[in-house]
């Protein structure tokens, strides 16, 4: 069981969140314990971005909740009414993110009240922004995750999948069951990258000197996950048509065969030298190679579909196989020009740490 950064920020904000609230004898402490969990961010960044959020729909939650108990009381359909009113206003101002935050505020200001509600939700909004404060705290102070290293290593292992199954299916090895599993795994793990992606583009860098190395490395990793996302498109469509590539002459299964198996050797080798463990001197040769086989493919499809004993209706069928691995050859291009660019002047700026992780 590995336990990540975000679970010890939680267990932390917790923890401070119920001294601050006992420090000042307010009570039930666990409201602020509870607005903690959900207050806690995935980044610094993050946190930034949404404390002030987080205060403002709060105070309207708090405002909002106070004057409905004192004008309506406080019967549960007074409750839903709030909670409504509370997610419309968030949602017209774009702060999707804090409505459970919200939603928890109201609910807890609207329960039972004493006969002095105002000093009971007053106390009940102190105990929530302390929550909120304890989790933003944390989260300053916590080491951030190094999420360049994660995104590396997670498109490397999906990739590395994707690839396996390519070269099975071209062989026609694969048990269908197995890689149905394990394309709708696949999928998942791309969206879930494509979210990590997103956190580290958001990651600021303070100092004007790493500020382009940053730039080029988000460029750099979003055509990585082009890449990947090119190499599942293609493994999705040989199995969907199979049958139709082991209906065509054996020479054109042959050629489509080498083909993968160069351009996903070619991929392995991109993400090794991102890593530092391929020399780039064979970039040209790779891009030459890269070039004549999409020369070489078109041709040999062209000239088969000519032919009059050829089924055109599955040669249709293929057609889109033939354009997704032209595609993904000028992928794998562009690729390998940003990685060698990005050492030719950030060489010193590669933060993928090969000793934090052995995959």
Known sequence: MKLGARIFKTGLSITLSLYVALAFNLQPPMFAALAATFAIQPSIYKSFQTILEQVQANIISAILAVIFVLTFGHDPFVVGVVVIIVIAINIQLKMNSIIPLAVVTVIIIMETPTDDFITFATTRFLLIMIGVFSAFIINLLFIPPKHETQLYYKISNSTENIIKWIRLLTRNDAKHKMLKKDLSKLKESMMKINNLFLLYKEERNYFKKRQY??????????????????????????????????????????????????????????????????????????????????????????NFYKKEDIDSNEWLHLFPVIAQIIEYSDQLEYLDKLVDSFFTYHKQENEVNLKDREE
């Open 213 to 302: 190395a940053k730039g080029r490395k988000v460029v750099l990793f979003r055509q990585m996950l082009a890449t990947s996302n090119k190499a599942l498109t293609i493994l999705k469509s040989l199995n969907r048509r199979e049958n139709e590539l082991h209906h065509m002459p054996e020479e054109l299964q042959m050629l489509i065969r080498d083909r993968l198996d160069y351009l996903t050797n070619y991929h392995e080798r991109i993400l090794l030298k991102y890593a530092g463990k391929v020399k780039s001197h064979t970039t040209d040769e790779c891009i030459q190679e890269v070039c004549h086989g999409k020369k070489e493919l078109t041709e040999l499809f062209m």
